[in-house]
Every structure is written in C-alpha cells, then in structure tokens.
C-alpha cells in the first residue's frame, strides 16, 4: 500500500532537519516538529526515523540499532588518518525522498578522494542493495580498512562474508561516536542539497538517472575544497591504488592527538592544517566545523535576520542551498 501524503510530507521534513542537523536525535526532531505546528509524538518520530534508516550522530545511547546476536567489530580508525586511495573506505545508507514516496540510497566511499566507489539505490531497506553495492566496489578494488556502523545490514553474516573473502580490516563505528561516519555524513549532505532538494522525483526510474548523472558529475567534474579544487576522480586515480607501510614498521597513518577527545581523520576546512584542536571546544562547535566547514551560526540565511542563532524556530521549509554544500 502506498504512503499517505501526510506519511511522506512529514518524513520529507524529519530528512530535511536531518540533514541540516545529523546531531539531532529523535527528541529535538519531535520538539522543532511540535514547534512548527505538527502534533507528534516522540515515539512517533522514533518509528518514522527508524523507518527511514537514520539516527542522530549525537553522543547518546541507541544511536545504531543492529540484530542481536550479530558479531560487532570494535572501531578501528580514532587515531587513523586515512593517506592514500583505498586505504580506508566507509558505507552508509541514506533516505532519498521523491514526490509521492521515498528510496534509499546506499554508497561505497573512499575516505581519502572522496570518491565514490559504488552505490544502489532500492524502494525497501531489504539486505540485497547492500550486497550490491559491496560487490560493486569490491569488483573494482579493495581498501585496506571497510568501515559502517553497527546497523543491521552491517553486521548481517552475508554482508560480513563478503568483506572477509576480500580479507579486508572490518571497522564499526562505536555507539556515541559523534564523528566516526562524518566523511559520509558530508557526501549525504552534498547530493541532497545539491541534486534531491532541486527536484521532485516522479518516480524510482527519474530519480536513478538524476541520481546517476549527479554522482557521476560530483566523481568527475565537481572540484572539492578539502581536495585544493580537484576532483574526487583526480585524486583517487591519480595517487597509487594501495600503499601499504613496509613490513616490520608501524603504519606511518597512526597519529595521537593529546589535545582533544575527538580525532579527525583528516584537518578540518575552515582551521589551519596541522592546527589541534583546543579542550576548551564544545564537542558541538566541533562537529558543525567538521560537518559545515564553519560554525552553523555563521550560515542562517537572510531570512533569520533579527533572530537569535539558536532560535530553532527561525529555521523553517527547505534547508537553504546557500554555501553549506562548498565544504566537502
């Protein structure tokens, strides 16, 4: 039976205020929601988000749920800066809306180009796009290093199969893990504000060939920042497939940060490189440099003049397209 209206009117914004905000749990998408009129509930809002694939990145119990019984690998990459194509790659799966429904959407990343090895897209949140994808990816090359989180596509025995016969290190992000997945955090953020929230998909076919056609141009032609305004592609192909460190040495990726809890696996736009980050910075600060390139304060469009930054309220409809797509 095909949703009501109301049904993905109201998961469209819960995406959109994820997507503005991954560090929002069920709790304040239930109060901003309440606060534009909806009447909600936050078990409701739990329901719709757990049906959606997504989850508040937030430190805080519950923020990936996975099958009981199903084996987690502990998080291999806090002190891991990833150094070359293929070193380190992470998978997500993210929720693509269109006009009168929604896909998902599930993307194989190299952490190091940003390149976007593979990607499926499906109408369910069945475990077989996933083995696609995987396989995909895996057909083309193999990381030293395959992170996820712990969700249970995951840490299903087929998908852990796969990656085992290419004899690659398994990473799972570890629950309150605010920054573990930010790489892919950041891909997300770009292909909604850049190629979804631009169109009204009428169907599962307009939305693979806009989809395919976007990914393709952000691979190829999109010049990135963080990358000195290459391309994903240039990086990814231009730098040795693996370079592995020689035998009887330690991994020359390896770094110690003593000046903060939270380890970035690459410098943060937006701050010098090399620069550590100070204790005296909120963990939020922290994480909305990482995600955004910049303070989110410092981006409420014009409409939110001579309102305070953190009025909630302020933020209301379609996130806005102005320069918070520039950073990854």
Known sequence: MSP????????????????AHPYYGSRRVAVVLRREGVVISRKAVQRHMREMGIAGITPGPHTSRRTPGHPVYPYLLGTVTSSYPNHVWGVDITYIRMHAGWLYLVAVLDWYSRFVISWELDQTLELPFVL?????????ARPTIWNSDQ??????????????????RISM????????????ERLWRTVKYEEVYLHSYESPREAR?????YLAFYNHERPHQALGYRT????????????????????????????SSLAYPTPIPGLDNGVHLKNHVTPFTLLNIAVFGRPWTSMISGATSGKKAHDLT?????????????YF
């Open 314 to 326: 302020a933020i209301r409809g379609t996130p806005s397209f102005s320069r918070r797509q520039t």
């Open 151 to 168: 969700g249970s596509h995951f840490t299903s025995p087929q998908y852990l199969a796969l990656l085992q016969a290419a004899e690659v």
């Open 132 to 140: 696609r994808a995987a396989r995909r990816a895996l057909a083309d």
């Open 232 to 259: 994903p592609a240039e990086v990814y192909r231009a730098a040795p497939a693996s370079a592995p460190p020689a035998e009887g040495r330690s991994p020359p990726t390896i770094e110690r940060r003593k000046e």
């Open 4 to 19: 009501g209206a109301e049904e993905v009117a109201l998961k469209h914004r819960i995406d959109e205020l994820y997507t």
């Open 209 to 213: 060939q806009g989809l395919s056609h």
């Open 173 to 184: 992000d570890g629950k309150g893990r605010a920054l573990d997945n930010i790489f892919t």
